[in-house]
């Protein structure tokens, strides 16, 4: 399972989710496949990410991150990913 962290661009708008299939999920945002918020805004930048065992420990996982304040969120993305590159291209070669 994984949690993960889109952007419209650096500093831009937000979006978290869960999913068992990231490459998967994240061309749908890409494609922008499902009518929603991430069509509406064009988040499409994958620019954080984790990796969960247990899809209780995922979704728990989310909860608290979008519980989060957005310095908070915008810190945690820097910390491993300063230039906000879009990952997607990393996870898929």
Do not use: C
């Amino acid at each position: 399972m994984f949690v993960y962290l889109m952007a419209s661009r650096k500093d831009g708008t937000l979006y978290f989710g869960v999913t068992r299939d990231l490459i998967r999920r994240v061309s749908q945002h890409k494609a922008k496949s499902t009518p929603g918020f991430t069509s509406r805004y064009d988040v499409d930048r994958l620019v954080w990410f984790e990796i969960y065992d247990e899809p209780t420990t995922a979704i728990a996982r989310e909860k608290d991150i979008k519980k989060w304040r957005r310095a908070w969120k915008i810190r945690s993305i820097e910390e491993n990913n300063p230039d906000w590159r879009d990952l997607y291209d990393e996870i898929t070669q």
